[in-house]
């Protein structure tokens, strides 16, 4: 974990998303350091180690520790993006953390869905997955990738579109493909535990998706907010999935409205 800013700002807990580590926060740092103290963190398996189980319970619980090793009691804001919203969602369904604020951009994980909006969601994550699985049974990790950020950023072609400093952690990451394409663990979300959950009146809980983006985050965007009391929708105009890497600054302003205003 990753220590910036003064001790008289919140602390802002950042969780990146899939094949990204806390390195892809660093363009949105200067919109956020004079409100917040920020800790980016990165997920057991994402900056090369080896060891332990890979899913959404692991990384909740791992999350879980290092809030409680944070050496101030004060104002905690938690964001992520993608995988990392997952993170956050399973985070406070399994254990007991207080933030103030939480903004989640676009989660993907299909836990709290049924009927026709899963089988809605199964069609666009096959369409979205098949050609990553067939890749990664090839042992093809690089055109694995490529294929993920093409069918995250919407179109064919994207991935080769970035710019390369956005490419190259991004096939550096081609590693953790397997792991995350053959998770076994259970986590907490479903319909039930959503109904169910209780955040304090004073938290604020702002899930937000692109107009543009495809129809499997929408619909856990959705889902997501109708089933937990206290959350609010926001719909962010003319973007998709990939908003954090294509404008950080304006990621960062949502971020700050969300939570601040």
């Not at 660093?26 to 189980?53: A, C, K, S, W």
């Not at 004060?74 to 406070?92: H, M, Q």
Request: net charge negative; with cysteine.
């Amino acid at each position: 974990m990753e220590n910036s800013g003064s001790d008289k700002r919140p602390y802002l807990i950042l969780v990146h998303g899939a094949l990204a580590n806390a390195e892809m926060w660093q363009p949105h740092l200067p919109h956020l350091e004079n409100e917040f103290e920020i800790i980016p963190v990165n997920l057991r398996h994402f900056t090369g180690q080896t060891d332990g189980g890979f899913g959404l319970n692991t990384h909740a619980d791992d999350l879980y520790t290092q809030i409680n090793k944070l050496p101030q009691k004060k104002a905690l804001y938690l964001a992520g993006w993608s995988y990392g919203s997952d993170v956050i969602l399973n985070l406070l369904l399994k254990h007991s953390v207080m933030p103030t604020g939480i903004f989640l951009y676009e989660p993907g994980y299909p836990g709290a869905l049924e009927g026709q909006v899963m089988q809605s969601w199964g069609e666009d994550a096959n369409n979205m997955f098949a050609p990553i699985f067939e890749r990664v049974a090839k042992g093809e990790l690089a055109a694995a990738v490529e294929a993920l950020i093409d069918g995250s950023g919407g179109k064919p072609g994207y991935f080769s579109r970035q710019a390369e400093d956005i490419r190259k952690p991004q096939l550096a990451l081609a590693y953790t493909l397997p792991m995350q394409l053959n998770q076994t663990e259970s986590p907490a979300i479903t319909k039930d535990a959503l109904k169910a959950s209780r955040l304090p009146k004073t938290c604020t809980l702002i899930i937000a998706h692109g107009s543009d983006t495809r129809a499997l985050f929408r619909l856990v965007s959705e889902q997501t907010s109708n089933l937990v009391e206290s959350a609010q929708l926001r719909v962010v105009i003319d973007a998709t999935h990939m908003l954090p890497l294509e404008a950080p600054e304006r990621l960062a302003e949502l971020i700050k409205k969300s939570l601040l205003s």
